[in-house]
């Protein structure tokens, strides 16, 4: 059974502002690392790996501003920063998670299709528009 969609004009806009933020790569992964436990700056840039602090640092106000992580300063000497999902972070961590887990199982028949159609389409292959 195939769910309804509603496509009004007025669903757009603030549907697609909300898929932006948390659609982008490194939204997904520091969502699914936060959904584990608490970490420190350090220890998410660590898991997710090849992220630069300035990304990393963008990432977490955006997700932040959004209501979807809460940033806890300890205020001390040395400073301790730690970030965690809020009620709606968890919320989205069950989309999230399930979206993650479709990509891994279906990876390769996507895979296949890209080949086919670069196959079929050599003068397009590789073009996403």
């Given at each position: 059974?195939?769910?309804?969609?509603?496509?009004?004009?007025?669903?757009?806009?603030?549907?697609?502002?909300?898929?932006?933020?948390?659609?982008d790569k490194w939204s997904v992964l520091v969502i699914t690392l936060l959904g584990d436990a608490p970490?420190?700056?350090?220890?998410?840039?660590?898991?997710?790996?090849?992220?630069?602090?300035?990304?990393?640092?963008?990432?977490?106000?955006?997700?932040?501003?959004?209501?979807?992580?809460?940033?806890?300063?300890?205020?001390?000497?040395?400073?301790?920063?730690?970030?965690e999902l809020t009620d709606l972070g968890r919320d989205l961590l069950v989309p999230v998670t399930a979206?993650?887990?479709?990509?891994?199982?279906?990876?390769?028949?996507?895979?296949?299709?890209?080949?086919?159609?670069?196959?079929?389409?050599?003068?397009?292959?590789?073009?996403?528009?």
């Amino acid at each position: 059974m195939k769910p309804q969609i509603c496509h009004l004009p007025s669903d757009c806009r603030p549907v697609g502002e909300i898929l932006s933020r948390i659609g982008d790569k490194w939204s997904v992964l520091v969502i699914t690392l936060l959904g584990d436990a608490p970490l420190r700056f350090g220890e998410l840039k660590r898991e997710i790996g090849g992220i630069s602090q300035k990304m990393l640092t963008a990432t977490l106000r955006a997700l932040e501003r959004d209501g979807f992580v809460l940033r806890r300063d300890y205020g001390t000497m040395p400073p301790k920063v730690e970030y965690e999902l809020t009620d709606l972070g968890r919320d989205l961590l069950v989309p999230v998670t399930a979206l993650a887990a479709w990509a891994r199982e279906n990876q390769e028949r996507v895979q296949h299709a890209r080949r086919r159609f670069d196959d079929a389409c050599p003068e397009r292959a590789g073009r996403s528009v």
